[in-house]
């Protein structure tokens, strides 16, 4: 599956309008379908998550947590990933399963039936 990465500000701007979100303690998402047929990601952390060194690792977090599920997404989505605070004090490994519950809810992930 081919991912990109969402670096204009118009794309996140339009996500943060027009996408779908579902929001947790640990990570905010943003969905939206796009005509690439690709997955594109975009991460987002503010300053209020700490210092550059607590970001940085926030989203170290959020792209391993993400690469884990990718195999079972759907293509065509723009993703936008938004830290909190907790984020920083949580592994890939924990996040996982908060992503894939999000993406679920969203309806982004395919079906696991034949597995």
């Known amino acids: ?7 204009r500000n118009n794309d996140f701007l339009r996500l943060y309008r027009r996408g779908k979100s579902l929001a947790s303690p640990a990570v905010i998402c943003y969905l939206m ?7 594109r990601l975009g991460l987002t952390t503010s300053k209020k998550i700490g ?16 690469r884990e599920i990718l195999p079972r997404f759907q293509s065509g989505y723009d993703i936008v990933l938004v ?3 907790k984020t920083t004090f949580i592994k890939s490994t924990a996040l996982t399963p ?9 309806g982004a992930l395919q079906s696991n039936e034949k597995e």
């Open 51 to 66: 210092g550059a060194v607590q970001r940085n690792r926030a989203r170290r977090v959020l792209r391993a947590a993400f």
């Open 83 to 85: 830290a909190r605070t």
């Open 33 to 39: 379908p796009n005509k690439l047929g690709v997955i």
């Open 1 to 7: 599956m081919k991912m990109l990465s969402i670096t």
């Open 98 to 106: 908060i992503l894939t519950a999000q993406f679920e809810k969203l």
